[in-house]
């Protein structure tokens, strides 16, 4: 394992001149921020060095387990896992209805019930995974890989608990509101988004955008219960500076909340300027962090990244069996 960074000389400068450092603000130029990325780094530093270079074939090339961390990160855990298919769910069911081609919560509940069955027949092969094709393919679930003889049972319960929330999704009135507003011509759904007003590059996906009456909704779709805003509230005002850019609307036009659908609670974040900039300045200080940290990740300097060894951050990550620590 490496211990110590050594600068390689570039061949085509010459021995007593020194290669061009970027600047500070190229560096920070080149960082696309995310909630997801940003997270990552927070709870585990060695835990974003394997997502973001370590399994990335076009980065840290010299990592030598490259393949299996490929691998690894293209799996899911039940909480990922479910919550993606029941965010596939919604966002059909609104580009159905925009269409004029509505589905009952029956055929969704059926559509669901198949791709985790599929997900698990094809875990239950691993190691040995067939190539997958098709619009839909089969995930990687790392219970299969911890816990194989147990994860079928384990599965058997989450996918109770998913299709309570579809079925909540649905039926439940106090998602009457959501539904009509997702439903209109004008609503973006499943929206990737990009902030142009950031030194830094910024992404990441609004899971439902749309006005009504002259206000910008935003909402975020939550399949468990509510833990209060705590840490998304950084999510959740980047939405606001996406919407505003987006929209052209000011912060009183602007309402931005989570519904967790397990529960059916509904979580408001309030939006104005004060907060709008306290979120960019928290971005641009992750993406400065990011850009110290850059140049020893892609030349995949492990050591550098302090791993985190906290059970609750382990038991859901999916580099526990590769991790060095």
Known sequence: MTTMYQQIPLLFFDEDEEAPQPSRQDAIRAIEWSYSR?????????????????????????????????????????????????????????????????????????????????????????????????????????????????????????????????????????????????????????????????????????????????VVTIVDWKSGGSGGLGEDSLQLAAYGLWAIEHFGCSPEALRVCKVHLGSGEIDFFPINADVLHAARTRIIQDAERMATLDQWARDGVVDVFTPNKKETICRLCAFRGICYA
């Not at 791709?115 to 995930?139: A, N, V």
């Not at 679930?141 to 649905?170: G, H, N, S, T």
């Open 38 to 214: 940003r997270e990552s780094l927070e709870q585990c530093p060695l835990r974003y060095y394997y997502e973001y270079f370590g399994a990335n074939k076009k980065k840290a090339k010299g990592e030598p387990d490259k393949a299996r961390l490929h691998t690894l990160k293209a799996s899911s855990n039940c909480y990922l896992r479910t919550g993606t298919i029941l965010h596939l769910i919604i966002s059909q069911f609104f580009r159905n209805m925009q269409a004029g081609e509505p589905r009952t919560h029956n055929d969704a509940i059926d559509w669901a019930t198949r791709l985790l069955k599929k997900d698990m027949d094809y875990s239950r092969q691993y190691p040995d995974l067939p190539e997958t094709q098709g619009k839909f393919p089969p995930i990687l679930l790392r219970e299969y890989i911890d816990q194989p003889a147990e994860a079928d049972a384990f599965y058997d319960r989450v996918a109770q608990r998913m299709i309570e929330a579809i079925r909540a999704f649905f039926t439940d009135v106090r998602y009457e509101e959501f539904r009509i507003g997702g439903s209109s011509a004008g609503a973006v759904v499943e929206y990737p988004m990009h902030l142009k007003t950031l030194p830094c590059k910024a992404a990441g996906k609004i899971d439902l955008a749309y006005i009504a009456n002259g």
